[in-house]
């Protein structure tokens, strides 16, 4: 029996999956695929609601933006400053998500650290894996609810489209034959 579980050990069957190299490009792939879900939701509304909406889904959430800084909300301008850089809603939404839900909090990063993983050119499975996820399943969970909200931004800015109505040249007289001569 010690043998077996020594071996199970050695193996790594005693320890919860970690991301392998094809698991961490399936989380890249995901990511990806729900961060450009959330950049076509927002390309329909407004910059102003987009922002909101992400500040409103890490509302209760404080980061810690540098190594040197006190974690605080989530604030539009963050947002803003973070567009500046060059970042779309939807990498916004994965960074934050990334960022926010490191499984351990002794050796977690803070944003601009993840950030810089990002922008080394690390893809964000990648990025997962040296923040330490097992799994993302709270960090789908939080770019997926972002998207929803972006989505229903883009929706309630749009008019609703009905039947356009007919000018009144467009109509016969009463009693008018359907070639549109005589009563």
Known sequence: MTVMLAVAL???????????????????????????????????????????????????????????SDPRPLTAQDVQDLRAKGLGYGEISILLGLTANQPNPDTAKPLNEVLALRQGGKGWGEVATELGYKNLGSVMKSVKATEKGISQAA?????????PEKANGDRKPEGARPDGTGP
Not at 155 to 163: D, I, L, Q, T
Request: cysteine-free; glycine content about 14%.
């Open 155 to 163: 929706k309630a800015g749009k008019p609703e489209m009905g039947k």
């Open 10 to 68: 050695a193996m790594g069957l005693g320890a919860g999956p970690a991301l392998g190299q094809e698991s961490t490009a399936k989380a890249d792939k995901e990511l990806t695929t729900e961060g450009r879900k959330i950049d076509k939701a927002a390309a329909g509304a407004d910059a102003g609601q987009v922002t909101s909406r992400i500040v409103e889904e890490w509302q209760g959430t404080k980061f810690k933006f540098d190594a040197t």
